[in-house]
């Protein structure tokens, strides 16, 4: 067989192969993440966010899912904030602790962000699914204290008022990323 053909179906399967990985992983997590599967947040969004809420060093920003820890890691080296991320996918949490490797102040927990209390953040981000939304506007309402900012991709948080909302020029379908205050 030409070494082209060897080439072909060396890559194809490779990438055949990376798809089922993230396929697996994001099925084995779908009890837990309820639709809210592993997609990262684009550059220009990611770029809007930082620039939208400056943060100070001691303050806390806790992502909900946080997948591959992008969020984390920009945040910590603009503001050298403390930057909790809980993640529940596999193949999103090893790929975070692997990128996040000697940088200080990020931690990432293999945890569900349910059960944990949120009461420390001074910043939240998320980039949830609508299914969730109503549940967790009830959650950061009881445990979030006031002023606390929180931001979220793409979906709304019912029943809260945004400060701001933001539509970052280029980014994918220009969805918005809205910013509350408690
Ligand atoms: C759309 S991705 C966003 C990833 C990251 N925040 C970003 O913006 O690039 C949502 C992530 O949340 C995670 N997730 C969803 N529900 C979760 C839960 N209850 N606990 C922990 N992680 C969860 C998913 O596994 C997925 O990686």
Redo the contacts with the bound molecule.
């Keep these: 067989m030409p070494i082209w053909v060897w080439i072909f179906i060396v890559l194809t399967g490779g990438l055949f192969g990376l798809k089922m990985t993230y396929v697996m992983f994001t099925a084995l997590?779908l009890p837990?993440?309820?639709g809210?599967?592993?997609?990262?947040?684009t550059r220009t969004r990611l770029a809007a966010f930082i620039r939208a809420v400056p943060m100070k060093p001691e303050q806390t920003l806790v992502?909900?899912?946080?997948?591959?820890g992008?969020?984390l890691r920009l945040a910590r080296r603009y503001y050298r904030v403390r930057a909790i991320g809980?993640?529940?996918?596999l193949l999103?949490y090893f790929k975070a602790r692997l990128l996040s490797i000697g940088r200080s102040g990020i931690q990432i927990k293999r945890?569900?962000?349910?059960l944990e209390n949120l009461a420390g953040a001074d910043v939240v981000?998320?980039?949830?699914y609508p299914d969730v939304m109503h549940r967790l506007a009830a959650k950061l309402q009881t445990e979030l204290r006031n002023g606390t900012l929180i931001v979220s991709?793409n979906f709304p948080l019912p029943g809260f008022q945004p400060i701001q909302v933001l539509r970052p020029e280029g980014a994918l379908h220009s969805d918005p990323l809205y910013v509350y205050q408690v």
């Design positions: 997590a837990a993440t309820r809210a599967i592993y997609v990262s947040t992502d909900l899912g946080c997948g591959d992008r969020v809980f993640e529940v996918n999103a945890k569900n962000f349910w981000f998320c980039y949830l991709c």
